[in-house]
């Protein structure tokens, strides 16, 4: 099984950044497309960027796309989300997921039922 463990996440004003960390064990991270989401309160869970895993291929939801951005470490079994121009809306659990069934892909896994495995998620806080 995959473990994925994410961190980085606080308080921050509007306008500022963070940039949240997920650390996968055990299982072939290099293999399997990745993805972050989000879940505010009475909200379901929303896609914001994934990362395929052959190719480098990215995408990204239009609520984020320019702000965000998704990068995997292969080396260090990482991927990160580094979040620019953050807003009180962005506030939320912050997730990653990965996606062990559709190894070695060129495509980007942007619908939640398509990842397998998913971490605690982190709390992301943006005050205004």
């Known amino acids: 099984q995959v473990q994925l463990v994410e961190s980085g996440g606080g308080l921050v004003q509007a306008g500022g950044s963070l940039r949240l960390s997920c650390a996968a064990s055990r299982g072939t991270f290099s293999s399997y497309p990745m993805g972050w989401f989000r879940q505010a309160p009475g909200k379901e869970r929303e896609f914001l960027a994934g990362v395929s895993s052959v190719g480098g291929s990215t995408a990204y939801s239009d609520s984020v796309k320019g702000r965000f951005t998704i990068s995997r470490d292969n080396a260090k079994n990482t991927v990160y989300l580094q979040m620019n121009s953050l807003k009180p809306e962005d506030t939320a659990v912050y997730f990653c997921?990965?996606?062990?069934?559709?190894?070695?892909?060129?495509?980007?896994?942007?619908?939640?039922?398509?990842?397998?495995?998913w971490g605690q998620g982190t709390q992301v806080t943006v005050s205004s």
């Open positions: 997921a990965a996606d062990s069934r559709s190894r070695f892909s060129v495509y980007v896994r942007k619908s939640r039922y398509e990842y397998e495995y």
